[in-house]
């Protein structure tokens, strides 16, 4: 009887590494097309929570250096090119691109798989612990917490499309 094994390559490149400043490369890509597309929603930014999620692919896929760099360029470069996401809420989401980028390499490297339930406690990780960071910075609990008021459903896309695009690219 044969047993087939599926490997899964989870990835922790350091910054020496070219590696890492090319995924890093392509995943701000996507992080600076994406809000593009969803900002033409109404409050679509606020909704979907875009900026967020290729921080986390990269994160879980190729390591916290490569997260890292990805979830900080990201917002300053999208803030440089198209003014979004506004100057006073830069401090707040390079708090939580940061947080997330660790959680997500953090829970990689902990369960050594493509886990729902690792994508799921980097998402919390980083929205509970960026909303009380969030919540000294701005001092408005309403603004803090809005994450969680108004954007579930890029919660949910973080949890269920950073899944199946990990799953889709797992083997790479």
């Known amino acids: 009887m044969t047993t087939a094994t599926s490997t899964v390559k989870?990835?922790?490149?350091?910054?020496?590494?070219?590696?890492?400043?090319?995924?890093?490369?392509?995943?701000?890509?996507?992080?600076?097309?994406?809000?593009?597309?969803?900002?033409?929603?109404?409050?679509?930014?606020?909704?979907?929570?875009?900026?967020?999620?290729?921080?986390?692919?990269?994160?879980?896929?190729?390591?916290?250096?490569?997260?890292?760099?990805?979830?900080?360029?990201?917002?300053?470069?999208?803030?440089?090119l198209f003014g979004m996401p506004p100057v006073h809420v830069l401090p707040a989401i390079l708090v939580k691109s940061v947080i997330l980028a660790i959680a997500a390499a953090f829970a990689a490297k902990y369960f050594r798989k493509i886990s729902i339930v690792g994508i799921l406690l980097a998402i919390l990780t980083y929205q509970i612990i960026g909303t009380g960071i969030e919540w000294l910075l701005v001092k408005d609990f309403a603004?803090?917490?809005?994450?969680?008021?108004?954007?579930?459903?890029?919660?949910?896309?973080?949890?269920l499309g950073g899944f199946l695009v990990l799953k889709a690219i797992e083997k790479v």
């Open 143 to 159: 603004t803090a917490v809005q994450d969680f008021r108004l954007g579930i459903p890029g919660l949910l896309i973080q949890l």
């Open 10 to 80: 989870l990835y922790s490149f350091g910054l020496s590494n070219v590696k890492t400043y090319i995924f890093a490369v392509i995943f701000i890509i996507g992080n600076l097309l994406l809000p593009q597309l969803i900002h033409g929603i109404p409050q679509g930014g606020l909704i979907f929570l875009p900026i967020y999620f290729f921080t986390l692919i990269a994160a879980y896929k190729y390591g916290v250096y490569a997260g890292l760099l990805t979830g900080m360029l990201s917002p300053v470069i999208n803030h440089i």
